[in-house]
C-alpha cells in the first residue's frame, strides 16, 4: 500500500526537476587570484573579476561554453584578488568598488556597493533557472527603478515594464514599438536609490529581456534558449561610471575621419556617373556644404558585391577623382550575399577558399537576396574577414573612401537563415543560432579591418545596419529603413540616445525619413535634428521623391542651406565629443539620463526624446506640425542657442520652435569651439577660431584639438582652454603635442552680456565689441599662456 504513493513522489520530484532546475546549495568554493569556482547541486558557475568594477558571473548546468565571445576585448584582471569573508550562510568577495554576496544554502547572488547598498540581486525565491536548455536570470525589480540602454530599441526611453527579443531583424518602414530590429544589444543600465549598475549577456543567441513586463513587480528577468548564463555587471555608481566601464569591457570607437562627420546625401540610388557629378555639382553651385555622396546598389554589374555597372560606371576611378576634385568622398554600399555565377570572382574564390556557410552535411548555403540566388561569407573566421578586406581593393582601387555595410542581420529574402546553418568561429564552430546576431557585427569588423590594412594610417569609415555589441570598435550604425513621419522624427533620437547609453556613439537616422515623401516642413525639422545627431545623412527609398535640399522650394532650401553650414561650424566641437567619447565611453548624443539619472523628468514620456549634444547643447526634438513646444531643463542656467535668452533649470518652459529653429540650448559656463564654413570639410578651415562661451553656471574645461582629420596616427595640436564664470576669465595653456595650430587668431564670443565693459588679455586691455543685444566679442592671438578676464 505505501510503495505506490512513495515511487509517485519519486516520480513527481524527478518530473518537477526535469521542469525546472535551480542550483542548490554551494558544495564547494574555491578561489584562484581573480576567478572563483563554484560547485553547486546542480549547476557550477564561476566569478570572474575583469577590475574591480567589472565583474563576470557565469552559471553552467554541465560544460562551459566555448570561449567565442564577439564583444569582449578587455582580458581578465589577473591582479586582481578580492577579499574574503566568510560566515554558516554565505560568502564575500570584496574589491574596492563592490562586493558579491553568494548564500550557501541556494548559490544565489546579491551585488553590493562597498557601503553595503544592493546594487542588483537574484530574486529571492527563485534566481537562476533552467527549464530544458532555457536559461534565465530573474532579479530584483527594484520600487521605481528605471532601465536604459539595450541599443537600438524602439519604444520609450525607460525599458521598464517591457520585453525586447534580440534577434537582427530587417524590418522595412518598422513601426515606432516593433521589436526586434536590425541590433541586439544584450546591455541594460539599472538606475535605482540614487545608484546605477550595469549587466551585458553576453549570449549571442535569441535572447529576451522582460524589465517587469508581466510579473507585476514581482522581478526582471533575462533569458536565453540554450547556453551559458554568461554576464558582466559594471559596479557604476553613476550612469557614467556604467558607460565607461562597459566600453571598457566591450571596447570604444576609434576618431572618424572627419570628413564622415560632415553632411552626407544619399539615396537609392544615384546614377549613372553623370547623374552623380551633376549632383555634386549642384551642392557647389547652391553653397550647400556637403563631404559624401553615397552609391546604392544600383553601382553594382547585376548587384555583385565589388564589381561596378559596366554602362552605368564605366570608369569609377574618373568619378572618384572627379568627385574628390570637388571637395567630395565617395562611399558605397556593400551587401553580405555574394551571386552565385560562374566565373564572378568573389564567388569562384569563396567557393575555392571555403568562405561560405554550410548546412551540417557539408553543402553549402543558398538564400536569395538583389543578386537572386547567394552564398553567405563566413564573418565568424578571421580567413574569411581577411579575404572580404583584400576584396575591397576593387572600391578602394577605384577611390571609393568609405564603406557602407548593409543586409548583415543577415536579411534574405523570406527572412529566416535555417538555424541549421553552420558557422566555423575560428575553429570553435557553432550554428545560425548563435551566430546571427554577430554576423552583422563581423562584417563590419571584416570592413573596417579590411580598410585598414588597404590604407594603413586612414581613419577607416564604415556604416553598418545589423550589430552586435562592441560593434563601436568597428562602426558606425544607422537605424535603418524609418518613414517620413513625425513619429519616426521623434524616435529617432529615442534610438541614437539607446545606442549612446549603450556604447556606440556614431549613430543616427536617414534624415527625412527612408520610406514615404516628407513635407518640406517634415524634411527641414529633420534636417535641423541632423544637425546635432553624431551620423547626419539623408537618405531616400527608389520609390520616394526627390529629397535632396534643393526639392522642397526656395524657402525650405535657404533654411536648410543655414542648418548644414550650423553643422559645420561645430564640427570641432563635435570633434571634441567623440575624443570624449574616446576617454570615457561617454556618447556623443547623451541622453539626459546619464547626467540627471535621478530626475524623474529625464524618464517622463513628454521629455524622453530630449538629450545633450556633446557635453554643452540640450536639444529638444519637436514634431514638425508644432510651432509651440514644452520643454524639460534640467536644474542649471541654460541659454536658448541663438538667441541667448535666458532659461532657468529645473523647470518645464513653453518655448517657440519655429521651423528653422528646432528648440536647442546651451548650458552656462559652456565653451564651444567654431570654425568657418567651407564646401566641405577638405576646404581650408582658415586662422580663426572662434570660442564661445555663456555666462554662468560652473568653470568649464575643454581640450581644443587640431589634426589633419584623416590620419589614425596624425601629428596634432592641443591645449586646454578653461572658462571661469564666476571670476569671468578665458585661458588656455600650452601647445601639446607635435603638432602646430592652423588657427593663428582667436575670436572670443562671449553671450549673455552685452555691456561694453572691459577685457584684458594676459593684462593688456583690449576692447569688446558688442555685435548683437546679448553677445561681445574680441580678438586675440592665438598664442600658448593666455588669459582674458573682463569685467562688466
Ligand atoms: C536596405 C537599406 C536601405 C537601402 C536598400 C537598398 O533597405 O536599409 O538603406 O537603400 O536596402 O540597398
Redesign the pocket.
Known amino acids: 500500500m505505501l510503495r505506490i504513493p512513495l515511487l509517485l513522489l519519486v516520480l513527481a520530484a524527478y518530473t518537477s526537476a526535469q521542469e525546472l532546475v535551480q542550483p542548490g546549495r554551494i558544495v564547494s568554493a574555491k578561489q584562484n587570484g581573480n576567478t572563483v569556482e563554484l560547485r553547486c547541486d546542480n549547476a557550477r558557475a564561476t566569478l570572474t573579476w575583469y577590475s574591480d568594477e567589472i565583474v563576470r558571473v557565469r552559471f553552467a548546468r554541465d560544460a562551459f561554453d566555448a570561449e567565442r565571445s564577439s564583444a569582449v576585448v578587455l582580458t581578465s584582471g589577473r591582479a586582481i584578488s578580492p577579499h574574503v569573508e566568510e560566515t554558516d550562510t554565505s560568502i564575500r568577495y570584496s574589491t574596492a568598488a563592490i562586493t558579491v554576496e553568494i548564500t550557501r544554502g541556494t548559490s544565489r547572488l546579491r551585488l553590493l556597493t562597498p557601503d553595503g547598498r544592493v546594487l542588483t540581486e537574484d530574486n529571492a525565491g527563485f534566481g537562476v533557472t533552467w527549464q530544458g536548455s532555457d536559461v534565465t536570470s530573474h532579479r530584483t525589480l527594484f520600487r521605481d527603478e528605471h532601465f536604459l540602454g539595450m541599443g537600438e530599441k524602439t519604444g520609450p526611453l525607460d525599458r521598464r515594464g517591457r520585453r525586447f527579443v534580440n534577434w537582427n531583424t530587417?524590418f522595412?518602414a518598422y513601426g515606432i514599438e516593433q521589436d526586434p530590429l536590425?541590433v541586439s544589444i544584450p546591455f541594460f543600465i539599472g538606475v535605482h536609490d540614487s545608484l546605477a549598475y550595469g549587466i551585458f549577456f553576453d549570449n549571442t543567441r535569441k535572447t529576451v529581456f522582460d524589465f517587469g513586463a508581466s510579473s507585476d513587480g514581482r522581478f526582471m528577468s533575462f533569458s536565453a534558449p540554450a547556453g551559458d548564463l554568461d554576464y558582466y555587471v559594471c559596479a557604476g555608481p553613476t550612469v557614467a561610471d556604467v558607460i565607461r566601464q562597459y566600453t571598457t569591457l566591450t571596447g570604444r570607437a576609434p576618431m572618424p575621419p572627419r570628413w564622415a562627420l560632415g553632411y552626407q546625401q544619399?539615396?537609392?540610388?544615384y546614377y549613372p556617373e553623370s547623374e552623380v557629378l551633376n549632383l555634386a555639382r549642384t551642392f557647389r553651385e547652391k553653397d550647400i556644404p556637403c563631404d559624401v555622396i553615397t552609391l546604392?546598389?544600383h553601382y553594382m554589374d547585376a548587384y555583385k558585391i565589388f564589381t561596378w555597372h559596366p554602362d552605368r560606371f564605366p570608369d569609377p576611378k574618373r568619378l572618384a577623382d572627379s568627385l574628390h576634385a570637388l571637395g567630395f568622398r565617395l562611399v558605397t554600399?556593400v551587401?553580405p550575399g555574394i551571386k552565385i555565377e560562374k566565373g564572378y570572382p568573389a564567388y569562384e574564390e569563396g567557393l575555392r577558399d571555403g568562405h561560405f556557410v554550410t548546412y551540417p552535411d557539408g553543402t553549402l548555403y543558398i538564400g536569395e537576396v538583389?543578386p537572386g540566388r547567394c552564398h553567405f561569407p563566413d564573418f565568424t573566421n578571421e580567413k574569411t574577414r581577411l579575404w572580404w578586406g583584400r576584396s575591397m581593393r576593387a572600391l578602394t582601387d577605384a577611390g571609393v573612401d568609405g564603406f557602407?555595410n548593409?543586409?548583415n542581420e543577415p536579411?534574405a529574402w523570406g527572412q529566416n537563415i535555417p538555424d541549421v546553418v553552420r558557422f566555423g568561429f575560428n575553429g570553435l564552430p557553432a550554428s545560425m543560432r548563435e551566430a546571427h546576431n554577430v554576423y552583422g557585427l563581423g562584417m563590419a569588423r571584416a570592413s573596417y579591418e579590411g580598410a585598414l590594412k588597404l590604407r594603413p594610417n586612414i581613419r577607416p569609415y564604415t556604416l553598418t545596419?545589423a550589430a552586435y555589441a562592441g560593434v563601436q570598435r568597428y562602426s558606425a550604425v544607422?537605424t535603418?529603413?524609418n518613414l517620413a513621419s513625425d513619429e519616426h522624427l521623434m524616435l529617432s533620437s529615442r534610438m541614437v540616445q539607446g545606442l549612446g547609453l549603450s556604447g556606440v556613439p556614431f549613430t543616427g537616422s536617414?534624415v527625412g525619413g527612408?520610406i514615404g515623401d516628407p513635407s518640406p516642413d517634415l524634411m527641414t525639422r529633420w534636417m535641423n535634428l541632423g544637425v546635432f545627431t553624431p551620423f547626419f545623412r539623408a537618405?531616400?527609398?527608389?520609390g520616394g521623391k526627390s529629397a535632396e535640399p534643393w526639392a522642397f522650394g526656395r524657402d525650405a532650401e535657404n533654411t536648410m542651406r543655414l542648418l548644414i553650414r550650423l553643422r559645420y561650424r561645430l564640427l570641432p566641437y563635435i570633434e571634441a565629443a567623440f575624443r570624449t567619447h574616446e576617454r570615457t565611453g561617454l556618447p556623443v548624443a547623451r541622453s539626459l539620463a546619464i547626467e540627471w539619472s535621478h530626475d524623474p523628468m529625464v524618464y517622463d514620456w513628454r521629455f524622453h526624446s530630449e538629450y545633450l549634444f556633446g557635453d554643452h547643447l540640450l536639444v529638444a526634438p519637436v514634431p514638425s506640425t508644432d510651432r509651440r513646444a514644452d520643454v524639460y531643463l534640467p536644474a542649471g542656467i541654460w541659454y536658448r542657442f541663438g538667441s541667448d535668452s535666458l532659461f532657468l533649470g529645473g523647470s518645464i518652459h513653453t518655448v517657440t520652435a519655429p521651423i528653422a529653429d528646432l528648440p536647442v540650448f546651451v548650458r552656462a559656463g559652456a565653451i564651444i569651439p567654431m570654425r568657418p564654413v567651407g564646401r566641405s570639410t577638405s576646404d581650408s578651415i582658415g586662422d580663426t577660431l572662434e570660442l564661445h562661451v555663456w555666462e554662468g553656471g560652473a568653470i568649464t574645461a575643454m581640450v581644443y584639438r587640431e589634426d589633419d582629420g584623416i590620419s589614425v596616427a596624425a601629428p596634432s595640436a592641443s591645449t586646454l582652454v578653461e572658462h571661469n564664470p564666476a571670476s569671468r576669465s578665458l585661458s588656455w595653456g600650452n601647445t601639446e603635442g607635435r603638432g602646430s595650430f592652423r588657427a593663428r587668431v582667436v575670436r572670443l564670443v562671449q553671450h549673455g552680456s552685452n555691456k561694453e565693459g572691459s577685457a584684458s588679455v594676459n593684462g593688456v586691455s583690449v576692447p569688446w565689441t558688442v555685435s548683437t543685444p546679448k553677445q561681445r566679442s574680441l580678438t586675440v592671438p592665438f598664442t600658448p599662456q593666455t588669459t582674458i578676464t573682463w569685467r562688466d
Open positions: 530587417d522595412p536590425y544619399c539615396r537609392w540610388s546604392d546598389i554600399i551587401d538583389w557602407w548593409d543586409m536579411a545596419r544607422w535603418g529603413d536617414d527612408f537618405h531616400k527609398h527608389y
